[in-house]
Nanobody, 127 residues
Framework: QVQLVESGGGLVQPGGSLRLSCAASGFTFGMYAMGWFRQAPGKKREFVAAISRSGINTGYAESVKGRFTISRDNAKNTVYLQMNSLKPEDTAVYYC????????????????????WGQGTQVTVSS
C-alpha cells in the first residue's frame, strides 16, 4: 500500500538546522510531484515547499524562501527538506505529500491537489 514516512524532526534552537526526509513506497515515485506542508497548533495547514517529479522545478512559501531547500532522490524514493536559520515560528508538524502530475516540470501548492499524505513529524524551534 502507499506509504509516506517522514523523519528527521526534533527540537532545535533558533538559528539551527534540521533536514527532514520522506520515504515513499507503494507507488511510482518518479511520476509524482512532492510537497511539504506544515501545521502549527491552532492554525491551518499551510504550504511550505514543492518539487516537480523531475526535480527541475521547485516552489516555496514566502516565509521560508532563502532558508529552506526541497530536493528529491528518485533512485531512493525520497524527498528532503533542508531547513536552515530556523525560527520559533517554524514550529509545527511537517507533512510530506505526493501528487501525480502529467508534466515532469509541474508542482502544486494547494493541499487539496495532493493524493497521498504522510503522518507528519514534529519540528520544535525553541531555546
Amino acid at each position: 500500500q502507499v506509504q509516506l514516512v517522514e523523519s528527521g524532526g526534533g527540537l532545535v534552537q533558533p538559528g539551527g538546522s534540521l533536514r527532514l526526509s520522506c520515504a515513499a513506497s507503494g507507488f511510482t515515485f518518479g511520476m509524482y510531484a512532492m510537497g511539504w506542508f506544515r501545521q502549527a497548533p491552532g492554525k491551518k495547514r499551510e504550504f511550505v515547499a514543492a518539487i516537480s517529479r523531475s526535480g527541475i522545478n521547485t516552489g516555496y512559501a514566502e516565509s521560508v524562501k532563502g532558508r529552506f531547500t526541497i530536493s528529491r532522490d528518485n533512485a531512493k524514493n525520497t524527498v528532503y527538506l533542508q531547513m536552515n536559520s530556523l525560527k520559533p515560528e517554524d514550529t509545527a508538524v511537517y507533512y510530506c505529500a505526493a501528487v501525480r502530475t502529467l508534466y515532469s516540470g509541474s508542482y502544486y501548492t494547494g493541499q487539496y491537489q495532493y493524493d497521498y499524505w504522510g503522518q507528519g513529524t514534529q519540528v520544535t524551534v525553541s531555546s
